[in-house]
Structure formats: C-alpha cells, structure tokens
C-alpha cells in the first residue's frame, strides 16, 4: 500500500536497479463521495495539501470493489490499519508499508519505492524466492488528489 498518483510498469529500487516487481496492469477509479477528499494547491512555498478526515472511511468503503475490479481479466497509518481490517489481512501483510509510513511518514508518491524496497530487502535476507516476501503475487494500492484509487496487481521476480 502506498500514497501516489501513478507509477511505473518497471518498478526499480533506489538503491538497487533490479526490477521488483512486474506491474501487470493498473486501474485508476474514483471513490463515491469523495469530492474534496485530497486538496492540492501550489503557492510560492510549494505543495499544500488538505486531507479530510474521513479518508481513511472513504477508502476501506471501497476497497473491495477496486481489487475486484483490477483482478478482473483485460496519512497513514489509519487508512493501512482500515484496509487490513476490511480485507482481513494479517498485521504482517502491510508490514512493509508501516515500516516506510513510520521511518519517513507519508511522502506521496515516493512511499511505493520505499516499501518496496523494503519488501525486496527482508525477502533477501529471508533466503525467500520473491520478492515479494516469497509470494508470486501482490497489490499495490494508491491514494491521489480528489481520492483516486490505483489498484495494481504485481507478479514478484525472483531474489
């Protein structure tokens, strides 16, 4: 899980040119309801960024409709513990993405790079075969402006 507005099919570390991951494709969606919901402005002091508060509901709402739809053929921390809930994921899926939130908070669309870079490094160290924390498969989600979801699902490649 990660906050950007779109990313690379290639996905590289940034301290590693290996490839991650393979995206597989990526579905942009609009979540009901959520007008306003992320707020950017530019000004002379660079990006300003208003988020309500009920974001974290706004997404958990709808999570499932949008892994529905990517797996079709073709802030923070509240919203992570919201999706695990509503998935009924293990703490340890979203290990990756608390560990980036809580070193470097929430950098938007850098985050992606981060977790993944951690997930690669643990894989490595574990002797798994992936990296995806030995599983072949994975999704990414994304958080943007006016609260865009990006779904996308990822095939590992091997450590």
């Keep these: 899980m990660a906050f950007a507005e ?15 991951k393979n995206a597989l494709q990526f579905i942009p969606s609009f979540v009901p309801n959520s007008d306003g919901a992320i707020d950017v402005h530019v000004c002379e002091a660079g990006l300003i960024f208003y988020l309500r508060q009920d974001i974290p509901d706004l997404i958990s709402e709808n999570i499932e409709s ?7 053929p073709s802030c923070g921390p509240a919203i992570v513990d ?3 809930a509503k998935l009924g994921l293990k703490h340890e899926k ?8 809580a070193g470097y908070c929430n950098m938007f669309g850098a985050c992606v790079l981060f977790i993944l870079d951690e997930m690669r490094k643990k894989s490595a160290k574990e002797g798994l075969r992936t990296t ?5 498969w994975g999704v990414l989600l994304c958080f943007g402006p006016d609260l865009t979801v ?6 590992s490649v091997a450590t």
């Excluded at 779109?6 to 940034?14: L, Q």
């Excluded at 949008?66 to 079709?72: G, K, M, P, S, V």
């Excluded at 995806?132 to 072949?136: H, K, R, T, Y």
């Excluded at 990006?150 to 095939?155: I, R």
Aim: no cysteine; aromatic share 0%.
């Design 6 to 20: 779109g990313m690379d099919s290639n996905i590289s570390s940034p301290t590693n040119s290996k490839s991650l």
């Design 66 to 72: 949008n892994i529905a739809e990517a797996l079709q």
């Design 82 to 84: 919201q999706v695990e």
């Design 94 to 101: 979203l290990r990756a993405s608390r560990h980036a939130l």
């Design 132 to 136: 995806g924390e030995g599983l072949d």
């Design 150 to 155: 990006e779904t996308v699902v990822l095939h």
